[in-house]
């Protein structure tokens, strides 16, 4: 009988605190907590998402030991995300990582926490090919990856200032939206005309993105409009919302349909949070239609943060041999 490979991963980068248990390639639990209290601040408070997340990664950790059946002596490494994300919330995963692999003289795995969002298409099939272009869609980060291996990825376009997801996040903010926003935003524009009013694409260079213009022009819209009309948010949400996230998904697939013309790559996948879009999800499968790709789409509860994702990269770096020292500290910024 081959040796069983069980492997704990946590992940703690913003304000979700999960943790996932994986066994020979396959992921048999993933709880997460999600931290409600930044609801009514509008947005993520580093402070009390580094608290919540003390709080909660002892419960969240036995949790899923739990349901998938195997206790901490069964475990042969533990892998945590290093970066990128909030310093204090990584912290605490890292500071907890590193205690439990060393109490269990266990190994430690570092993981990069944008290679783990490519990563949750391996979750479950179907799995894409190798090699396959991935739009990386996230609060934090826009980006266009070519993705060779499991370990081997390239980045070959990125955000030249906002993030989608942060744009998504403030255009909810403008509107009077509750966060988180971009969810919002998605609820109202599948009520509306995304036709009813016109908002910019970028025209970057390259394979570059650029979403600052789009939200300053959100705001310069909205101003002119609401002076003409106190009224006019509260009465034309749906087609606002609509329109802008339109905008939004005109910039992200220009540059995906020209990076898979530039690389000669059909198959097309998406991950991070703002995947979870159910307008990018539809605007995808038209494309795929018209120019012939194969898109693979991860399950909603892989887009958003989870650990099955950390567990997913955890795996694959155990299988090489990739151990990290007690010694390392966590990276706000870290690099694909």
């Known amino acids: 009988m081959p040796e069983s490979i069980a492997l704990l991963a946590i992940e703690s980068s913003c304000d979700e ?3 996932s248990v994986i066994i020979n390639g396959q992921v048999k639990s993933n709880i997460v907590s999600t931290q409600l209290i930044h ?4 947005g993520v408070v580093p402070e009390l998402a580094s608290r919540a997340h003390q ?3 002892l419960p969240v950790v036995d949790a899923a030991l739990k349901v998938a059946n195997i206790t901490k002596n069964d475990l042969k490494a ?4 290093r970066g990128p994300g909030l310093l204090g919330s990584l912290l605490v995963g890292a500071s907890f990582s590193k205690g439990f692999a060393l109490a269990n003289d266990i190994p430690l795995i570092e993981v990069n926490h944008m290679q783990a969002h490519i990563l949750a298409h391996f979750i479950e099939e179907p799995k894409p090919p190798f090699p396959f272009i991935c739009l990386t869609v996230s609060g934090g980060h826009t980006q266009l990856v070519i993705v060779k291996s499991h370990l081997d990825m390239e980045v070959v376009g990125e955000t030249l200032d906002d993030a989608v997801g942060e744009a998504f996040d403030k255009g909810a903010k403008m509107l009077g939206l509750p966060y988180p926003g971009g969810p919002m935003i998605d609820k109202h524009a599948s009520l509306g005309n995304p036709l009813s009013f ?3 694409v970028s025209e970057m260079k390259g394979l570059s993105f650029s979403f600052s213009g789009v939200k300053t022009s959100l705001l310069y819209f909205l101003q002119k409009r609401v002076k003409e009309n106190a ?7 749906n087609d606002i919302c609509a329109s802008y996230q339109l905008a939004l998904i005109k910039n992200l697939t220009r540059k995906l349909k020209k990076a898979t013309k530039v690389h000669k790559i059909s198959q097309v996948a998406i991950a991070g949070g703002v995947a979870a879009n159910s307008g990018l999800r539809n605007a995808l499968v038209d494309l795929a239609e018209k120019e012939g790709w194969k898109v693979f789409v991860p399950k909603f509860e892989y887009c958003t943060d989870n650990a099955a ?3 997913m990269a955890t795996y694959y770096k155990y299988l090489e041999g990739e151990f990290t020292e007690q010694s390392i500290s966590p990276l706000p910024r870290y690099s694909l």
Do not use: H, L, R, W
């Open 78 to 81: 533990v892998g945590f995300t």
């Open 17 to 19: 605190t999960s943790a």
């Open 198 to 200: 016109e908002f910019p």
């Open 309 to 311: 994702m950390i567990a």
């Open 39 to 42: 609801e009514k601040y509008g």
């Open 231 to 237: 009224n006019f948010i509260d009465e034309n949400i």
């Open 55 to 57: 709080q909660n990664i």
